[in-house]
T-cell receptor, first 111, second 115 residues
Framework: DSGVTQTPKHLITATGQRVTLRCSPR?????VYWYQQSLDQGLQFLIQ???????AKGNILERFSAQQFPDLHSELNLSSLELGDSALYFC??????????FGPGTRLTVL | AQSVTQLGSHVSVSEGALVLLRCNYS??????LFWYVQYPNQGLQLLLK??????LVKGINGFEAEFKKSETSFHLTKPSAHMSDAAEYFC?????????????FGTGTKLQVIP
């Protein structure tokens, strides 16, 4: 158990819909990262927050957005969902920005 | 810019044989280097990491990796493969300090262990 929690574990929705994925980092970790993992694209870095501020952006679509709240939990919002958005979404947290501790992931299925 | 190259998306070894997973990196500054493992339907977990100091790093489950600056490599090895080692392995490089480290993952190598 990494200490990072993600909810929900599974999410099934339809194209065009909007969903929110939630991540609670390890106690005291200020950095939160979001990743997308799919069979065809592998592990893709989406975005990083540090103590509430966006620090780095990767291959994140404009339909996706994220934020980190004062209590350090983070949410990833995915809108206008497409079939290709079906993937595992991981959150990771880090105390000092080097070692990342990954959550168990949210499996998103878009039908 | 930094990058990571993992040679071989799939590697098969026999149970008891040597495991060697290759990772080469590029970085304009001294990097931190990591190996993570992902078991099916789970998140990634840290196997080992190199920051500074001794270039041979020992990790969990009998794995180790050696940082070779001249070869810009950080290959992962294990003397004797177990069935339980079947998983996907990711090499990663980071640079920076504090909360501003940029981490780049390789594309992963799936290890199959044949009984």
């Amino acid at each position: 158990d990494s200490g990072v929690t993600q909810t929900p574990k599974h999410l099934i929705t339809a194209t065009g819909q909007r969903v929110t994925l939630r991540c609670s980092p390890r106690s005291g970790d200020l950095s939160v990262y979001w990743y997308q993992q799919s069979l065809d694209q592998g592990l893709q870095f989406l975005i990083q927050y540090y103590n509430g501020e966006e620090r780095a952006k990767g291959n994140i679509l404009e339909r996706f957005s994220a934020q980190q709240f004062p209590d350090l939990h983070s949410e990833l919002n995915l809108s206008s969902l497409e079939l290709g958005d079906s993937a595992l979404y991981f959150c990771a947290s880090s105390p000092y920005g080097d070692t990342q501790y990954f959550g168990p992931g949210t499996r998103l299925t878009v039908l | 810019a930094q990058s990571v190259t993992q040679l071989g998306s799939h590697v098969s070894v026999s149970e008891g044989a040597l495991v060697l997973l290759r990772c080469n990196y590029s970085s304009s500054v001294p990097p931190y280097l990591f190996w993570y493992v992902q078991y099916p339907n789970q998140g990634l977990q840290l196997l080992l990491k190199y920051t500074t100091g001794a270039t041979l790093v020992k990790g969990i489950n009998g794995f180790e990796a050696e940082f070779k600056k001249s070869e810009t490599s950080f290959h992962l090895t294990k003397p004797s493969a177990h069935m339980s080692d079947a998983a996907e392995y990711f090499c990663a490089v980071s640079r920076g300090s504090g909360g501003y480290q940029k981490v780049t993952f390789g594309t992963g190598t799936k290890l199959q262990v044949i009984p």
